[in-house]
């Protein structure tokens, strides 16, 4: 495959899975980052003062 990775829909009558398209696959990756957009910022910024705290805390034990 190339690339690879590909965004996949099951036919109901065949039930053989077909690919979606550059076009559908893009807008449902769209809707998904919309969609999760707060949550993931919220751990991104939980993330940098985390790294922040722990490395102050590193700062600080040096001075020591």
Known sequence: QSPPGRFLKEDDKTGLWNDVG??????KTSQALRE???QIRRKLEEASCC????EGRR???AQE
């Open 51 to 54: 790294q922040g705290a722990l």
């Open 36 to 38: 999760r957009a707060p």
């Open 22 to 27: 550059d076009k559908k696959a893009r807008e």
């Open 59 to 61: 700062d600080g034990d």
